[in-house]
């Protein structure tokens, strides 16, 4: 009967080795190509000084290493047969260990080689959606001076050259465009596997151009009634 046990053990284990490679190669599929759907939305965020994720590229890709080491270890939850025999293995306490051993096909399974090539292909296909991510996220570094530059500072400066109606005018309006344009974003934008929401870092960028906007129109407010007064003074002089 050794010989009869020793057959339906090695079907087991193709089985569950068939099992956990139909697993990871649908896991896979999921993630690349035409096959590819959002399984979890990203949120993107202005972290000054640039335009971040909210999960940090490198923990999203533990966490799929993760699903692929959990996915092998399910292998775990079959434990072989005792040698000759159908009987399963019973845990045993090696000298020197707190927990006792189980004699599973895990061993077996993990040590083949497409295991290891099915998770290095997941791997790559992660690392290339994230690198496809921050090439998208790219795409706000033109808006980058909203954030970065010192709005006080340089609308002073402005201020101080005593621009004209228009030109503050010119400003005013390129800062409008610029709401405009960053309102008529389509704000969700699918990657592969990832589906990446661009509300927050669009929100952010759209309340700098406000404060922008604000800084301006206080220098304007300013600058306005200085003329008045210096208008009024003449307007006084020349009366008297």
Known sequence: MAAYYA???KEIFNTISKMIINNLTRFNQSLVGSAAKPLFQIETLLA?????????PNEMSKLFLQSVRDCI??????PRWMNGTCIEC???KAEGQ????LYTFYADVVNRPEMRELGQQ??????KTIANMKKYLNRFKK???LWKADKSGICEKFASKNPNVIAYDE???NYAKTIEEINALIKFKDIEFIKLSKRSVCESIVNHTKEWIKHLCHNLNETARKQLFELKNRLEVSVC
């Open 171 to 173: 400003k005013l309006l």
């Open 73 to 78: 270890e399910s292998a775990n939850y079959f």
């Open 98 to 101: 707190d927990e006792a051993y």
């Open 122 to 127: 997941i791997h790559a296909n992660v690392q």
């Open 7 to 9: 057959y339906w053990e």
């Open 48 to 56: 000054l000084p640039e335009v971040a994720l909210h999960l940090n």
């Open 143 to 145: 808006y980058k001076n």
């Open 90 to 92: 019973q845990p045993v």
